[in-house]
């Protein structure tokens, strides 16, 4: 289902008490709201992989693209690739306003193409960057899988997210806790780095 379907405006309406709807067209549009955004750039999550990289004592130099999934498509693509152009990761999303102006972020579907890199916190970050980028306050993960499950409840545990639910149709809902989401962002990184350390 694309951005403005009927299964999204189900959960939409469902997390937000009936006041949300997705517009495919005109100002609800994401190309829309992507010209009036001040948007955070692609190079604040290099910053971050920087950090992971040595971390987990990787000598890659990650760099990351943020592109429409397809031609024509409503749906973004947040991709983190190696020294050899060798995607590593992606999360495919849309990024949606209600009529309040309140933002959520609609996860499709997310991928860890190398397994060395599972279980060490980078689609975490991924997801942090893509919060804090479209200044979100849910994010639905529609058609789940059991790995959306685990991530969720696990960007729970570290209080990221403050609620998970699974809703109608089986979308995955989750509220963003703001208060920690700002810690994580404080310029001193120490909240990051622990979280990156899995301290």
């Known amino acids: 289902t694309l ?4 299964r999204l405006d189900g959960a939409l309406a469902a997390s937000t008490g009936r006041t949300a709807t997705t517009k495919a067209m005109g100002k609800g549009s994401t190309q ?5 955004q001040t948007e955070v750039p692609p190079k604040l999550l290099e910053g971050w992989l ?3 990289a040595k971390q987990n004592n990787l000598s890659h130099t990650m760099q ?16 983190v690739l190696d020294e050899g152009n060798r ?4 999360v495919i999303f849309a990024s949606i306003q209600d009529r309040r102006e309140r933002n959520f972020l609609s996860v499709r579907d997310q991928n860890t193409f190398d397994q060395n890199f599972r279980k060490k916190r980078l689609m975490t970050l991924m997801q942090l960057f893509l919060i804090h980028r479209y200044k979100s306050i849910t994010v639905h993960y529609v058609s789940p899988t059991e790995d959306n499950q685990h991530q969720t ?13 699974t809703e109608i149709g089986q979308i995955i809902v989750a509220t963003v806790n703001g208060a920690r989401i700002k810690e994580l962002l ?3 990184e120490v909240a ?8």
């Open 186 to 188: 404080n310029p001193d």
């Open 50 to 52: 920087a950090i992971w």
């Open 3 to 6: 951005v403005g379907g009927s």
């Open 64 to 79: 990351v693209k943020l592109r429409p999934h397809s031609a024509g498509s409503e749906l973004l693509e947040l991709s």
């Open 87 to 90: 995607k590593i990761a992606n």
């Open 192 to 199: 990051l780095k622990k979280l990156i350390a899995k301290e």
């Open 153 to 165: 409840q696990k960007m729970k545990r570290l209080e990221i997210f403050e609620t998970v639910n």
């Open 32 to 36: 829309f709201q992507h010209l009036i």
